[in-house]
Structures are given as structure tokens and as C-alpha cells.
């Protein structure tokens, strides 16, 4: 296969706005007024993958899977959480556990058409974590209301995220991505990986080689994506979810291991490597 000069990074560690800076318009319903240059990057909590990642325990899956934005299932979530003046819910319901909504929207570098993806958030409390209390209105919902049930061919993956520093709340808090339930491709189609380091931020990252038809059908997929968010999930957790933005067709990844601690980064690089070299994350069924 003939490698040609463009690479996805996927930031597996730290994401601009839930991944992916380089659109052309980004904003958030907390800060929609904000223009990209204007918005600091959210970093990801280095435990918000459960250790698969930055920790002690290694990955088990790997998984590329696209994000439905847009969906009207997420339109009626939204509305049907609410929004006050003050970011909190008006779903009695939803305000007892603290879980909120929020927009990511933007426009790719090669369309005028505008992407909304909706999403619930949430911090951790004494009553559970962020997705516990996500998952605990969710379910809730559906059995009060079956028509918010998650149909079969989508699901919900939950990401940590922990905001910069200047924000007004810098709490961690975790958020979903309504995804499709059919990963576009997974770990098993993964050829070779090494470590190596970013020339320009000098942290690790780790460069993943597909095989021919793991090559074909990722090229295929973004191309197919082009605009729209493709989610990294590992583990069962998303860890970033850039936006494409070109068909990705050279067959490799870059797979950038960021974090305030690079030591952590690089074992967490190798373990990664490690894992996938034994053909040891095959996207569970």
C-alpha cells in the first residue's frame, strides 16, 4: 500500500473541545460566543480511561467508531433535560442527580454544514460517579418513557474530561457520545506498533501500521466521516473523538500519549504497544 504524507493524530490524552481543533468553528452552549483562538483546550484526566491507558492495568480494546451528531434521539434529550439560566437542569429528575446538557458545534474545514453533537454531563457525587448518574436518569427515562430507550444499532460511551484550569468550574465531570453500536474498526486489524516521540512536543506517541485491509477500510471510513467526529474508545471509555476532516488513506495512526506527566505517557506507550503487538484488543462483542 502506498503511504501517502497524511496521518490522524488521535489524542488520546488531551482533545480540543472533546476532540479535534482543527475545524473551523467551535463552540459549546456554555460559551458559544467564544471564537476557536479564544477557547483554551480541555485536557483529559489522565485516570478518565480506568488506568487502561495512564496506569497500572493495560488496554484491553480498541475501537473506532462514529459519532452520531445530530441525532434526534440527543434533540429530545436535550430539551427534555432542559437548560437554566445558570447551566443546571429543569428536569426535576435530572437536576436531583446534577446531570446537564451541553453542545459541541462546529464546521469542517471542507463544508459549510454545520455539526450539533448534544450530550449529558455530569461530576461525580456522593450518590456515584458521572456516568453512574448518567446512566442511572438514562435508564430511569427510558422505563418512564420507552421512546428514550437506546435503539439497538446505537449506544452511549462515556468520556472523562478535566477542564483547564481557567474554567469557571474545573471540576473532572464526565460526558456521552451517542455512537453507533458497530465499531467501523477495531484493534484486530492492527499490523505493528512502536513508540516514538513527537518531534514538536517531544512527549510519546505511539504509531499503529493496519494491515492492508485494516488500511482499506479506514480509508473508507473517513472518507465516509468526513465532517463528522470518529470516537476512540478504549477500553469501553472515549478517550478523544477528533474531527475528520480528509479520507485517511496511508494505513498508520499516530496515537499521541499526552499528559502533564510524560514518564507516566511513555509506560503508558509501551504498555499500549505491548498489548497490541499480542493481538490482544479485539473489540468485545
Known amino acids: 500500500m502506498r503511504h501517502l504524507a497524511l496521518r490522524l ?5 488531551v482533545a480540543a473541545c472533546g476532540g479535534g481543533g482543527s475545524a473551523r468553528e467551535r463552540s459549546s452552549s456554555s460559551s458559544a460566543t467564544e471564537s476557536p483562538a479564544e477557547r483554551r483546550p480541555e485536557r483529559r484526566d489522565p485516570d478518565s480511561i480506568g488506568g487502561e491507558i495512564v496506569g497500572e492495568r493495560p488496554a484491553s480494546s480498541l475501537e473506532l467508531v462514529e459519532v452520531d451528531d445530530g441525532s434526534q434521539l440527543m434533540q429530545r434529550l436535550f430539551a427534555r433535560v432542559g437548560r437554566a439560566y445558570n447551566g443546571s437542569a429543569t428536569d426535576p429528575a435530572a437536576k436531583a442527580l446534577d446531570v446537564r446538557v451541553e453542545t459541541d458545534t462546529w464546521r469542517a474545514d471542507t463544508s459549510d454544514v454545520r455539526h450539533v453533537d448534544y450530550y449529558l454531563m455530569a461530576h461525580d457525587g456522593p450518590d456515584g460517579t458521572g456516568e453512574q448518574r448518567i446512566g442511572s ?19 452511549i460511551r462515556y468520556e472523562r474530561v478535566a477542564p483547564p484550569g481557567s474554567a469557571t468550574d474545573p471540576r473532572p465531570y464526565t460526558r456521552t457520545y451517542y455512537v453507533m453500536a458497530q465499531a467501523g474498526l477495531t484493534g484486530s486489524s492492527v499490523a505493528d506498533a512502536h513508540v516514538a516521540f513527537d518531534p514538536d512536543s517531544h512527549g510519546p506517541i505511539v504509531l499503529v501500521d493496519l494491515d492492508r485491509a485494516g488500511g482499506l477500510v479506514f480509508g473508507e471510513l473517513t472518507a465516509r466521516l468526513v465532517g463528522k467526529k470518529l470516537a476512540i474508545v478504549v477500553d ?50
Open 9 to 13: 493524530v488521535l489524542l488520546l490524552a
Open 137 to 155: 436518569y438514562l435508564s430511569s427515562l427510558a422505563k418512564s418513557d420507552p421512546s428514550f430507550a437506546i435503539p439497538s444499532d446505537r449506544t
Open 236 to 285: 469501553g471509555k472515549v478517550a478523544s473523538a477528533p474531527i475528520i476532516n480528509s479520507a485517511i488513506r496511508n494505513g498508520r495512526i499516530s496515537i499521541w500519549m499526552g499528559g502533564a506527566d510524560p514518564r507516566a505517557g511513555e509506560r503508558a506507550a509501551e504498555k499500549l504497544v505491548n498489548a497490541l503487538r499480542a493481538g490482544a484488543l479485539p473489540a468485545r462483542p
